[in-house]
């Protein structure tokens, strides 16, 4: 009866005089509540919001509880309400049970105390977390801004990290699974990793001028380190090439490899696709390119001489060769490489000593030569020795006068004139 008395009384007010409609406090079942429903003002004459509190001194709002032997045996809270008129409502609250925590539905996302934060409320429910932040800047020789900025103090040292949306700034060295021997991986997308640079195209991109890009170290019993690197102008291994090294030092490079694609093992200026500065053991060789064992020779003559050309031994000059040019000549030497597009397969010679020259001269093996065979036709089969004819073979038709002149034994032909003619070498 009390509730309809109350309805009745207000509209009756309303009606009297609409304007002057006072809010009254009312009392139903114990609970007071006021109607209509107003904005209350403390300290303020004109409030915006339904409770709006406004004072020139420090101000609070207290929400306590009293009572029980612990302090999370009760809840002090602010709970927030939205509803609909079918029912429907969502609620979030804001509690000190101890704990500081924000709730959605009774569910805790947030939750606070002394020792922690934590974020979320499971593991297997987990939230998404979007801060629109600052992005990192440098300023002078500090870091400012950054969405998130974490703070630690190891030892004295104050250490922080800056982040944004695709930046991560530290301002002392940054550590990844510092202490756990859990793997760090980048395994999907096409995500690229760069050090020192900006280049896009490749998946690891690592860039130095002037130390080595790579150390590779096992720090096990008898292990070892070694340093990769791509040298400059500066570097003492010379500009633009792949160096491997022991030492932080270019110049103490075990191998590199020059632009051209020249392999230096031992040395760090390669002057063939591969050159070593010390002794090599292999099981086979096989060589493709060749097909005669030569010998660098410095040759007396005042023009270049041809491949295929017939020399013999200097007799004036020790370590020298001559182009042979006397009739069955027991200091036959040998004949020099590459004529007929047939290049030496295997080259020797020491440089700077005697045993070094200009000109490649086959000692054995397969090799064309110049030959003259208006002295006699060649047949394949035929021994051949020096003739009269300067740098030329022919046949050796004499064998008591061949003993010790033969160059080698002729593989083709030639009936007539001058030509070329392949011959197997092999000096007797």
Known sequence: MKSVSVAAFIILLSLVNPNQLLAQWLTVGGNQYVLPTVKVGIGTPNPQRSLDVLNTVDTYIRVGSLGGNQMSAQTAGIELRRSLFNGTSTTWSINNESVFRIRNNGKTLFAMDPEGIRLGHAVNDPIQVTINGQNVTQNGSSLDGGALTLTSMVGSNTHSLYMDGNQMESSDPLYL??????????????????????????????????????????PGSG??????????????????????????????????????????????????????????????????????????????????????????????????????????????????????????????????????????????????????????????????????????????????????????????????????????????
């Open 177 to 218: 699974n510092n202490t756990s021997d859990k793997d760090i991986l980048l395994a999907n997308g096409g995500g690229r990793v760069k050090v020192g640079t900006t280049d896009n195209e490749a998946r690891l991109s690592i860039a130095s001028e002037n130390d080595m890009q790579l150390k590779l170290i096992n």
């Open 223 to 428: 292990g070892a380190s070694w340093r990769i690197g791509v040298a400059n102008s500066g570097w003492s291994a010379g500009s633009g090439k792949l160096v491997f090294s022991k030492t932080a030092s270019s110049s103490d490079a075990t191998m590199v490899i020059t632009p051209a694609g020249n392999v230096g093992i031992g040395l760090t200026t390669p002057s063939k696709m591969l050159h070593v500065n010390g002794t090599t053991s292999t099981k086979v060789l096989e060589i493709t390119g060749g097909a005669d064992l030569a010998e660098h020779f410095d040759i007396d003559g005042g023009e270049a001489l041809l491949p295929g050309t017939v020399v013999s031994i200097d007799p004036t000059k020790p370590g020298q060769l001559r182009e042979a040019g006397e009739a069955y000549d027991k200091t036959v030497a040998g004949i020099i490489s590459g004529a007929g597009e047939v290049q030496p397969g295997m080259l020797m010679g020491q440089a700077g000593t005697i045993a070094s020259g200009k000109y490649p001269v086959a000692l054995t093996g397969r090799v064309y030569c110049r030959v003259d065979a208006s002295l006699g036709a060649i047949c394949p089969g035929d021994l051949l020795t020096t003739s009269t004819t300067a740098g030329h073979a022919m046949k050796a038709a004499d064998g008591k006068l061949a003993q010790g002149a033969i160059i080698g034994k002729a593989m083709t032909g030639l009936e007539t004139g001058r030509g070329l003619v392949l011959v197997l070498v092999s000096l007797q």
